[in-house]
């Protein structure tokens, strides 16, 4: 079932009326901003957590707040994932709200033939890749959090797991002045980014 559906119900997307239309788009708009603010925020606590290992007393210290961390980083890729969905629906609701505000000037014409003998399904698929390609937006997301959900709870050794020994080396560079913690904080998220990006 595809986004349109799934708020608007089984009808034609060119049948929805328009301020039902700009309705969504001001509640994709608000969904949008809070998932900014909650990784801005995410941004700063690791900051804030790469400040305390600067002082930590111990190694099992230090872990615990790399595995911290680790946790809060996964937790931003997953936003950061809900924020590209979010994009894509609101391009889509968007496009739509663009043709019904020229529906007068469209009506009667081949091109507006052809949207209406689309199906839902096609008229979404075809609205989306008019400014937007992301096809496997959704299975990337459902297998990210099925390996975020595994990596937390299988207990993974620390002795194998690159990223937290990475996230100490970063947390031995701030305690030994080599980093501050907001640069620090960059560039473990950059480099989880990176990977990502390479999955």
Do not use: C
């Amino acid at each position: 079932m595809g986004f349109l559906s799934r708020f608007f119900g089984r009808k034609n997307p060119l049948d929805i009326p328009i301020d039902q239309l700009r309705e969504n788009q001001v509640k994709l708009d608000m969904q949008i901003r809070k998932i900014e603010d909650e990784i801005a925020e995410i941004d700063a606590q690791i900051a804030a957590l790469f400040q305390r290992a600067k002082e930590a007393r111990s190694k099992s210290e230090e872990l615990t707040i790399a595995t911290k961390i680790k946790t809060l980083n996964r937790k931003k890729q997953s936003l950061q994932n809900t924020h590209a969905q979010l994009n894509k629906q609101l391009m889509l609701v968007a496009n739509l709200l663009i043709i019904k505000e020229n529906e007068a000037i469209l009506k009667g014409t081949p091109t507006w033939e052809l949207l209406r003998k689309m199906s839902p399904e096609e008229l979404e698929k075809h609205l989306v890749s008019m400014q937007l390609d992301a096809r496997n937006l959704n299975e990337n997301l459902n297998t990210m959090l099925g390996y975020t959900d595994q990596a937390l709870g299988a207990g993974i050794e620390f002795e194998e797991d690159e990223e937290l020994q990475e996230i100490m080396r970063t947390i031995q560079a701030v305690k030994e002045g080599e980093l501050e913690p907001r640069a620090a904080a960059e560039k473990v998220t950059k480099e989880r980014k990176e990977e990502a990006e390479l999955e």
